[in-house]
């Protein structure tokens, strides 16, 4: 009877992992190229890059890191076959510096990157637009512009004045069950970060363990990564504030006193837990990482 029974249990199990990695293979596959709203966690953004098929936060402090390294260069000619969403355009943007603005040109059939009245006429590709549905494209002829290509294979223009609100707009909810399983990394076997005194932990690969450096400055504690490929190790920062003065210090930012130099990560009912700025997630990815991966995503409190 044992010789059955075991077999069974361990195929048993191996159905049940392998049934889990399918899943999220399964969820990452749905999602790639989608923006998502973490409807449990004061609505954060990710992005799910549809090459890497890896989830990536999205807040003000990498944006433009993320941009850099996810967005796949596109040319005028190009660009102006993939149908606009005319509301997320500047009205008043003269990109060819015509006189007539791109808004209006666009409505009535003619590029804004070429100038002169009447010229430039154009047609749309809808395959070429559904190709790159879900991609961040870079604008590379016109001062690296950033557009985001909806699910409906129309652009968006994503400035520094809409990040967030046009992200939101276009994002799908989901729940934090669903958001751990986009990007299948297996996490399992990487080492644990507690901080005892603060309260939280994060996690690491193992393969860090005799590289990784842990120096405490104030509120703030930076790790510092192991080098590869003969390259310094780089530093990112988890630090507190009381949700006063965190209040204060965003009050101050809006007001143009101050730069905001910190991005939330989560809050408790007394402090807020921030990551640098200057030294955030993305700075935390060295190549060759083979975990490309937001390493902040990691983080929990101690229960």
């Not at 879900?134 to 290509?149: A, C, E, P, S, T």
């Not at 204060?248 to 700025?277: H, M, T, W």
Request: proline content about 4%.
């Amino acid at each position: 009877m044992k010789k059955i029974i075991i077999p069974f249990l361990i195929f048993f199990s191996l159905f049940v992992v392998g049934s889990s990695v399918l899943a999220a293979n399964s969820i990452t596959s749905r999602l790639k190229g989608k923006l998502l709203l973490q409807v449990q966690d004061k609505g954060r953004i990710w992005y799910v890059d549809p090459v890497g098929l890896q989830k990536h936060e999205v807040t003000f402090a990498n944006a433009l890191s993320l941009f850099q390294k996810l967005a796949l260069g596109i040319t005028n000619a190009d660009l102006i076959k993939i149908p606009a969403d005319l509301d997320s355009l500047n009205p008043n943007l003269d990109s060819d510096n015509d006189g007539y603005p791109d808004k209006e040109e666009l409505q009535n059939g003619y590029s804004p990157y070429i100038p002169g009245s009447n010229k430039g006429r154009f047609k749309t590709d809808n395959n070429l637009a559904t190709r790159l549905k879900g991609r961040l494209l870079l604008q590379v002829q016109d001062k690296g512009r950033i557009w985001y290509i909806d699910q409906n294979g129309k652009r968006w223009e994503v400035t520094w004045g809409n990040l967030m609100s046009l992200f939101r707009k276009l994002a799908l909810g989901i729940t934090d069950k669903d958001l751990n399983e986009v990007g299948g990394i297996d996490t399992s076997g990487w080492l644990t970060y507690i901080n005892n005194q603060q309260g939280y932990e994060i996690k690491y690969p193992s393969s860090w363990s005799d590289g990784l450096e842990v120096k405490y400055v104030g509120n703030q504690t930076y790790f510092y990564l192991p080098s590869y490929d003969n390259r310094k190790g780089q530093a990112f920062c988890i630090g507190r504030k009381t949700i006063t003065q965190w209040e204060a210090d965003y009050q101050k930012f809006l007001r143009g006193e101050g730069p905001f130099i910190a991005d939330e990560l989560k809050r408790n009912g007394e402090y807020v837990f921030y990551s640098c700025v200057s030294l955030s997630a993305e700075t935390f990815t060295v190549l060759p990482n083979p975990y490309d991966t937001d390493i902040l995503s990691t983080f929990h409190f101690i229960d």
